[in-house]
């Protein structure tokens, strides 16, 4: 089981590594595609024992790149997984990139930091943090080592992952069948318009999960369905993602790093008190794919009755962009806040997400109490549809969409 577990990790994206370490190697400066300047590192380090269910230790090895313009007394902010589409992301805000085996659960320990620190003179990297990325199975490996490292996780991106119908908070070692929360972590959910990789409703599934998690467990976490088409293995551009990571290390981070190698700590995120939140139902397009429609969604001061919405957006831009995803994908959009965020765009972008789809979903004058309106259900939404092309046998799972789905039509909204 352990051996073809870890033997799975290795086909999923590649993460972070991470063990104990010796030493950095060759250093040298290099440019990417986009033209950015990076300076890249090869790190040997022993992996220690326990890390790996099937290994008992060895010597691995470790590529890491960071900006080649980084100035005296200027701080790295973290570590990410070389991602395409993420290179200017990662330059522009001072990550660095790795490329290399993984560790437990796909993210560092405090001996490849250690190793990383002396490998490229930036003492800081002792104690930073890690956006981990995994696609489909892999991503739920990372979930679990935000579970159990949520002070050294800046992020989980979790790529056309299968989530299971019941969810808990604690993580059972080695067992990813299962995907825990991570509370003070940010998780974000991407799948395209028509994966149905073994027959599954991503789309579907990570709406079920966050509503869950943000609801009983206050975890952070975004779902987007990709106004793209692609397969299990195509995530789409990443622009959306970029502004989303952008808009999470602000609230995560401190404004200013130490370089001296003193230890921060990152700030975990209440959903419910910074941010903003989202209010959505599911519904199925004419060509029958899951789509997220009656969106209502602004900052957490603007919504009184956030506790009931379905998940969390850390900002205005990634807020903007995911308004633009739900109308290409042919969802409608109730009631668009996105220009009372601290950090909403400055630009038309904010003006035509506020204006109205063309069939609005009805809006009620707010009650006495301030609390949401009622949003009404959208006609076209079946919840046999929904449900019948997951996985047969699980009627929790049924009867999840169907409870949910009714009372978010009758009793919440913004």
């Known amino acids: 089981m352990h051996r073809r577990a870890m033997g799975r990790m290795g086909t999923?994206?590649?993460?972070?590594?991470?063990?104990?370490?010796?030493?950095?190697?060759?250093?040298?400066?290099?440019?990417?595609?986009d033209k950015l300047q990076w300076k890249s590192f090869t790190i040997t380090f022993q992996a220690e024992h326990g890390e790996k269910p099937e290994s008992k230790g060895g010597e691995l090895k470790l590529s890491l790149?960071?900006?080649?313009?980084?100035?005296?007394?200027e701080a790295l902010r973290g570590f990410m997984p070389e991602l395409k589409g993420l290179d200017a992301f990662?330059?522009?805000n001072r990550i660095a990139m790795c490329k290399g085996l993984m560790g437990p659960y796909g993210g560092p320990n405090q001996a490849m930091r250690?190793?990383?620190?002396?490998?490229?003179?930036?003492?800081?990297?002792?104690?930073?943090?890690?956006i981990l990325q995994g696609l489909?199975?892999?991503g739920r490996v990372r979930a679990h080592y935000a579970a159990y490292n949520p002070a050294h996780t800046l992020a989980v991106i979790l790529d056309h992952s299968w989530v299971p119908s019941s969810m808990s908070i604690k993580p059972a070692k080695y067992s990813y069948g299962s995907l825990p929360a991570a509370q003070g972590v940010p998780f974000f959910f991407n799948a395209s318009r028509n994966d149905s990789f073994q027959g599954m409703d991503r789309r579907a599934l990570h709406y079920q999960w966050c509503t869950t998690a943000f609801r009983k467990y206050m975890q952070a976490c975004t779902t987007v369905i990709h106004h793209e088409r692609g397969g299990h293995s195509s995530v789409g551009s990443r622009d959306l993602l970029a502004a989303w990571l952008e808009e999470v290390l602000a609230l995560r981070l401190p404004k200013s790093v130490p370089t001296d190698g003193a230890p921060y700590k990152l700030t975990p995120i209440n959903p419910h008190k910074v941010g903003g939140v989202v209010f959505a139902n599911l519904a199925k397009d004419a060509e029958g794919l899951t789509i997220h429609t009656d969106v209502a969604i602004g900052p957490v001061s603007s919504v009184r009755n956030r506790a009931r919405c379905n998940w969390w957006v850390p900002g205005g831009k990634s807020a903007a962009i995911y308004v633009d995803w739900v109308?290409?994908?042919?969802?409608?959009?109730a009631r668009d806040m996105t220009a009372k965020f601290p950090n909403a765009p400055e630009t038309d972008a904010t003006s035509s997400s506020n204006a109205r789809t063309e069939a609005p979903a009805v809006r009620r004058k707010p009650p006495a109490n301030g609390y949401c309106p009622v949003i009404p259900p959208p006609r076209h939404v079946s919840i046999l549809s929904i449900w019948r092309d997951l996985p047969r046998g699980e009627p929790q799972r049924a009867k999840f969409f169907s409870e949910t789905l009714s009372r978010n039509t009758q009793t919440e909204g913004f």
């Open 12 to 33: 999923g994206c590649v993460a972070v590594a991470v063990a104990m370490a010796a030493a950095s190697v060759c250093c040298d400066v290099t440019e990417a595609a």
């Open 65 to 73: 790149r960071i900006p080649a313009d980084m100035k005296q007394g």
């Open 90 to 92: 990662a330059h522009r």
């Open 114 to 130: 250690d190793a990383a620190a002396k490998a490229t003179g930036h003492a800081e990297l002792k104690h930073a943090g890690a």
């Open 136 to 138: 489909s199975y892999a």
């Open 327 to 333: 109308k290409r994908n042919g969802g409608k959009v």
